[in-house]
């Protein structure tokens, strides 16, 4: 097992657990490879024993009964159980409780999604056992993990047969980047920002994909490997995913993750260009996307009331998912003949372009420390995010890439520019029309804040437009 990086605050909240004088229902929920089950497993030194048990990935031969069988087996390699029926969820789950009525404890039911999705009845008997068996062990956590998170909070989070009985949620997001560079640092490498980036841009705060990246080589090197190899994680990675979470629907959200990789869309714009006569018949899809972190709904707002407006777009946030439509489905027979394992990542098609969308994922990601270093206190901010206006006859429409307004009624406008060379006077013509653009209510006042990564010119320096200017280096700290 490779070394255990970050999640500090997510383990200390697990074991605050510990204080507790009773048992605890915990539910771990977040994206495909984002480490919830590496969690739970650095979780686990913490206690005498710690069980196991994942669910098979759904295909057309899975069946109900065969998730038993397959926890009847585990049950045996786990506890060295012999000889139970697998025809009961409920037998399964007394059997287990069993074996662990005392003792420091930690179960584990890995990918419940699965293991629970083709069975009517497995919820109810899941909650059964631990109203009666297991909970009556003071010392025991029961960690329920899974990717879809939207059938775990319909049918756990949100069921009145579970209502009450959670200890805790954690939602697992990308790592921040500060704790990505220990995935360079802990093999005695110090990259450049730059470089981070342009790795990061791909994979994400994604931990799996991280730890298959050899830090000793440059991020070409590794997205060469990683990407455009048949055998790597990276080629072989967005078919898997799709096809083990959304099982038979699987083409269908890949489509609307196709259409996103080209830009944000409306619920409606999503609903036209998939014949859809109604926007609520795709909204349910669009809402499993979003939670199970692939794209995120950016909402604008009203800045004289900081609410939200009801005008939102989808965005696909899933670096990888964006990298793997652009530039290696296309190239898939290409990849396999060996053709593009040398390629110069700089002369794929639209790559600045595209690289820009992806580091501008990963600020926004971040926004928390962008809020830090601008010195803007938690308390201070009424509402932050992208912002896009609508063009109209009174104002043109603009879009800004991250705003921040504060009750002090400032907007910061942030501009993210990712790039190879230093950013010039062109970046404050682009902000100032956006500025210009904006309808901003008379007593508001506009800041302009620059992101950028590979520094700026003097003219720009000098122009003194800018009432802050970050270093992404800084986001790394």
């Given at each position: 097992?490779?070394?255990?990086?970050?999640?500090?605050?997510?383990?200390a909240?697990?074991?605050?657990?510990?204080?507790?004088?009773?048992a605890s229902?915990?539910?771990?929920?977040?994206?495909?490879?984002?480490?919830?089950?590496?969690?739970?497993?650095?979780?686990?030194?913490?206690?005498?024993?710690?069980?196991?048990?994942?669910?098979?990935?759904?295909?057309?031969?899975?069946?109900a009964?065969?998730?038993?069988?397959?926890?009847?087996?585990q049950?045996?390699?786990?506890?060295?159980?012999?000889?139970?029926a697998?025809?009961?969820?409920?037998d399964?789950?007394?059997?287990?409780s069993?074996?662990?009525?005392?003792?420091?404890?930690?179960?584990?039911?890995?990918?419940?999604?699965?293991?629970?999705?083709?069975?009517?009845?497995?919820?109810g008997?899941?909650?059964?056992?631990?109203?009666?068996?297991?909970s009556?062990?003071p010392?025991?956590?029961?960690?329920?993990?899974?990717?879809?998170?939207?059938?775990?909070?319909?049918?756990?989070?949100?069921?009145t047969?579970?209502?009450?009985?959670?200890?805790?949620t954690?939602?697992?997001?990308?790592?921040?980047?500060?704790?990505?560079?220990?995935?360079?640092?802990?093999?005695?490498?110090?990259p450049t920002?730059?470089?981070?980036?342009?790795?990061?841009?791909?994979?994400?705060?994604?931990?799996?994909?991280?730890?298959?990246?050899?830090?000793k080589?440059?991020?070409?090197?590794?997205?060469?490997?990683?990407?455009?190899?048949?055998?790597?994680?990276l080629?072989?990675?967005f078919?898997k995913?799709?096809?083990?979470?959304?099982?038979?629907?699987?083409?269908?959200?890949?489509?609307?993750?196709?259409?996103?990789?080209?830009?944000?869309?409306?619920?409606r714009?999503l609903?036209?260009?998939m014949?859809?006569?109604?926007?609520?018949?795709?909204?349910?899809?669009?809402?499993?996307?979003?939670?199970?972190?692939?794209?995120s709904?950016?909402?604008?707002?009203?800045?004289?009331?900081?609410?939200?407006?009801?005008?939102?777009?989808?965005?696909?946030?899933?670096?990888?998912?964006?990298?793997?439509?652009?530039?290696i489905?296309?190239?898939?027979?290409?990849?396999?003949?060996?053709?593009l394992?040398?390629?110069?990542?700089?002369?794929?098609?639209?790559?600045?372009?595209?690289?820009?969308?992806?580091?501008?994922?990963?600020?926004?990601?971040?926004?928390?420390?962008?809020?830090?270093?601008?010195?803007i206190?938690?308390?201070?901010?009424?509402?932050?995010?992208?912002?896009?206006?609508?063009?109209t006859?009174?104002?043109?429409?603009?879009?800004?890439?991250?705003?921040?307004?504060?009750r002090?009624?400032?907007?910061?406008?942030?501009?993210?520019?990712?790039?190879?060379?230093?950013?010039?006077?062109?970046?404050?013509?682009?902000?100032?029309t956006?500025?210009?653009?904006?309808?901003?209510p008379?007593?508001?006042?506009?800041?302009?804040?620059?992101?950028?990564?590979n520094?700026?010119?003097?003219?720009?320096?000098?122009?003194?437009?800018?009432?802050?200017?970050?270093?992404m280096?800084?986001?790394?700290?």
């Amino acid at each position: 097992m490779t070394k255990f990086i970050g999640r500090k605050p997510e383990l200390a909240r697990l074991r605050q657990l510990f204080n507790k004088k009773s048992a605890s229902l915990i539910i771990v929920k977040g994206r495909r490879r984002i480490g919830k089950s590496r969690l739970l497993k650095e979780f686990a030194k913490d206690f005498e024993q710690s069980y196991t048990f994942s669910g098979l990935p759904l295909h057309e031969n899975i069946t109900a009964q065969s998730q038993r069988e397959e926890f009847r087996k585990q049950l045996g390699r786990e506890l060295g159980l012999r000889g139970i029926a697998a025809d009961d969820w409920g037998d399964l789950f007394w059997h287990l409780s069993q074996q662990t009525q005392q003792g420091k404890i930690l179960i584990v039911l890995d990918e419940i999604t699965w293991m629970g999705n083709l069975d009517s009845s497995f919820l109810g008997k899941l909650k059964n056992a631990w109203d009666l068996y297991f909970s009556q062990n003071p010392n025991l956590i029961l960690a329920l993990s899974g990717s879809v998170s939207a059938w775990i909070e319909k049918n756990i989070l949100s069921s009145t047969g579970f209502l009450g009985r959670e200890s805790l949620t954690l939602t697992l997001q990308e790592l921040p980047l500060n704790v990505c560079k220990a995935f360079w640092t802990i093999a005695g490498v110090d990259p450049t920002p730059y470089e981070m980036l342009r790795f990061l841009a791909i994979a994400g705060g994604i931990p799996r994909y991280l730890e298959e990246m050899d830090p000793k080589c440059s991020a070409e090197k590794n997205i060469q490997r990683l990407a455009f190899t048949e055998s790597e994680i990276l080629f072989r990675e967005f078919e898997k995913i799709f096809s083990d979470l959304f099982y038979r629907r699987n083409e269908l959200y890949k489509s609307i993750v196709k259409l996103l990789a080209s830009g944000t869309k409306t619920q409606r714009e999503l609903a036209d260009l998939m014949h859809y006569k109604a926007q609520s018949e795709i909204g349910i899809y669009l809402e499993e996307l979003e939670k199970s972190g692939f794209i995120s709904r950016d909402f604008t707002w009203n800045i004289n009331k900081a609410t939200e407006s009801n005008l939102s777009r989808y965005r696909l946030s899933d670096n990888y998912s964006r990298f793997y439509l652009k530039y290696i489905a296309p190239n898939i027979v290409k990849i396999k003949r060996g053709a593009l394992h040398n390629i110069a990542i700089a002369s794929l098609p639209s790559w600045s372009a595209i690289m820009g969308l992806q580091v501008e994922n990963l600020i926004l990601n971040n926004h928390d420390k962008i809020k830090k270093l601008l010195k803007i206190p938690p308390e201070e901010v009424e509402i932050d995010g992208p912002f896009f206006q609508r063009n109209t006859q009174r104002y043109p429409g603009c879009q800004i890439d991250y705003m921040i307004q504060t009750r002090s009624r400032i907007l910061y406008i942030c501009e993210i520019k990712f790039s190879r060379n230093t950013i010039g006077m062109s970046a404050v013509n682009e902000v100032a029309t956006k500025i210009k653009h904006l309808k901003t209510p008379k007593q508001y006042f506009c800041r302009p804040v620059l992101i950028h990564v590979n520094g700026v010119s003097d003219d720009l320096l000098d122009c003194n437009y800018f009432s802050n200017i970050i270093d992404m280096t800084e986001l790394f700290d």
